[in-house]
């Protein structure tokens, strides 16, 4: 079934460790964004790609770093996780910037 | 930051009652809007992208309007049925295209 997946779908992670959440679309889609969502504070943008090979800040960037590498894929790291950055997380692809938006399924990620 | 809200936070109808719900945006710098429908336990989708003031757009019992010069949009459900029961969220793109600012949703809930 083409979409955008995402794996893992939970974690647990202990503060300081580094972890990578991995996005992939089967659309062809040219933009790729990520978002964290946190209770009364709805979806946030953290990184967006609006093609291969070009990456941008959304509004909460800190603590995030995202590559670019092909179409399809769109890894958000977090090189030093902190408690803070406990939330859910959904990667979001679209055809062109400005174009709907498909999500993926999310991960909820605990870091202790 | 851009300002995008959402009223009511949440509404609670019964079967067959319409309903509708308001976001506003900033007015200046207008790229488009856009509907998501997100429902427990899945991922956001699209309703409705909306590009020109003035703007109707139908699917369905669900419509929606917009209004660049005074920065609202509204979201209207005829005969609201249990399955219409989930968050609607209005997202504001301005300027550049890449970035969504969402609002916070309205959380519907409709009862028999």
């Known amino acids: 079934i083409a979409g955008i997946t995402q794996a893992p779908t939970s974690q647990i992670l202990a503060a300081g460790r580094r972890m990578t959440l991995r996005c992939t679309q089967d659309m062809r889609h040219n933009a790729m964004y990520w978002y964290r969502q946190d209770l009364g504070l709805g979806l946030r943008l953290i ?66 | 930051i851009l300002n995008v809200e959402q009223s009511p936070q949440s509404l609670h109808v019964q079967e067959g009652d319409s309903t509708n719900f308001t976001c506003s945006f900033p007015s200046s710098n207008f790229y488009a809007l856009h509907w998501y429908r997100w429902e427990t336990a899945k991922s956001p989708e699209a309703l409705f992208v909306m590009t020109l003031n003035g703007d109707e757009k139908k699917k369905g019992r669900i419509s929606a309007t917009l209004n660049t010069k005074e920065g609202y949009s509204y979201l209207y459900i005829k005969g609201s049925q249990p399955e219409d029961s989930a968050t609607y969220l209005c997202a504001f793109i301005g300027g550049t295209a890449s970035k969504l600012t969402f609002g916070t949703g309205t959380r519907l809930q409709v009862t028999l």
């Open chain 1, 47 to 112: 990184h967006y790609s609006n093609t291969a090979g070009t990456t941008g800040k959304g509004e909460v960037p800190d603590g995030y770093s995202v590559s670019r590498a092909n179409t399809d894929d769109f890894p958000l790291t977090l090189a030093s996780a902190v408690p803070s950055q406990t939330s859910v997380y959904f990667c979001a692809s679209s055809d062109h910037e400005g174009y709907e938006q498909y999500f993926g399924p999310g991960t909820r990620l605990t870091v202790t």
